[in-house]
Structures are given as C-alpha cells and as structure tokens.
C-alpha cells in the first residue's frame, strides 16, 4: 500500500508542476525615463523567467520610449553588454508580453506600427483584471 500511495503523490506532484510555475506571475511596470531604473527592472524580470516566472511588462509615460522603434537605443550596461531595448528585446523573444500604456500611443499621436515588433498597445480593463489576480506580483520602476 505505502507504494501506491507514492506513485498516487509522485503523479499528483507532476501534474501540479507546470500548475506551480504559473504561481506568482510578475507583473513589471516601467514608468521611469532612467535608463539604469529601466535597465535594473528588465534585469529582474530576466532573472524571474529563469526562475521559471511567467512575466509581462507594461511601458508607461517615459518607460513607454523604451518601445518606440525610433528611439536611440540607450546606454549599453555592463556586465549584460545590452541597452535597455536590446534586454526588452530579448525578453519579447522568450516570449514575455510587453504592452504600452493604453494612453501612451494616442498621446504622441503615434500607431502601433511606431512600436518595436512585439510591443502591442494594452486595454485598461483587461490590464485592470489581471493586476486584480491575486497571484500576481505587482512591480514599479
């Protein structure tokens, strides 16, 4: 019996892992014209992915220029070797979902064709529900 009830546990455990690595999902805010804020919230939700986090960003006010695909680049930061849009970038390509603020574009009388490839203009109610979700961590920059 003592058997059976461990491959009963081992089954159950297994089933809950990809369940487990769902839990907490972060949720990154960058509002900040800072590069080295930007830089350092970017570096954080890299590190919560290798963590096996899920992740989304949202780029507000200044933090929202890090999308814009006219933008100079930025600082390259050391030791990643990477501008603050080559990490967003990157994280676009690990397939984390990163948003403008809803009111970002229309205020710079910009489309979503200004954006860097990726970067999508979020809906206040669906963002609303989701910062709402109990489980998820909620970070500003």
């Given at each position: 019996?003592?058997?059976?009830?461990?491959?009963?546990?081992?089954?159950?455990?297994l089933?809950?892992?990809?369940a487990?690595?769902e839990?907490?999902p972060?949720?990154?805010?960058?509002?900040?014209a800072?590069?080295?804020?930007?830089m350092?919230?970017?570096?954080l939700?890299?590190?919560?992915?290798?963590?096996?986090?899920s992740?989304?960003?949202?780029?507000?006010?200044?933090?929202?220029?890090?999308?814009?695909a006219?933008?100079?680049e930025?600082?390259?930061?050391?030791p990643?070797?990477?501008?603050?849009q080559q990490l967003?970038?990157?994280?676009i390509?690990r397939?984390?979902q990163?948003d403008?603020c809803?009111?970002?574009?229309?205020q710079?009388?910009?489309?979503?064709d200004?954006?860097i490839e990726?970067?999508g203009?979020?809906?206040?109610?669906e963002v609303g529900?989701?910062?709402?979700?109990?489980?998820v961590?909620y970070?500003?920059?």
């Amino acid at each position: 019996m003592p058997f059976k009830r461990m491959l009963v546990a081992t089954t159950l455990l297994l089933l809950a892992l990809p369940a487990m690595a769902e839990r907490n999902p972060m949720f990154t805010v960058i509002t900040s014209a800072e590069e080295e804020t930007q830089m350092m919230a970017l570096i954080l939700s890299m590190q919560a992915i290798e963590q096996d986090r899920s992740v989304r960003i949202l780029l507000c006010d200044a933090g929202g220029e890090l999308a814009l695909a006219d933008t100079d680049e930025g600082t390259v930061f050391e030791p990643a070797g990477r501008t603050p849009q080559q990490l967003l970038t990157g994280l676009i390509q690990r397939g984390v979902q990163v948003d403008v603020c809803a009111i970002f574009l229309p205020q710079r009388e910009a489309g979503e064709d200004d954006l860097i490839e990726g970067v999508g203009s979020a809906r206040a109610p669906e963002v609303g529900e989701y910062m709402a979700t109990p489980e998820v961590r909620y970070f500003t920059f």
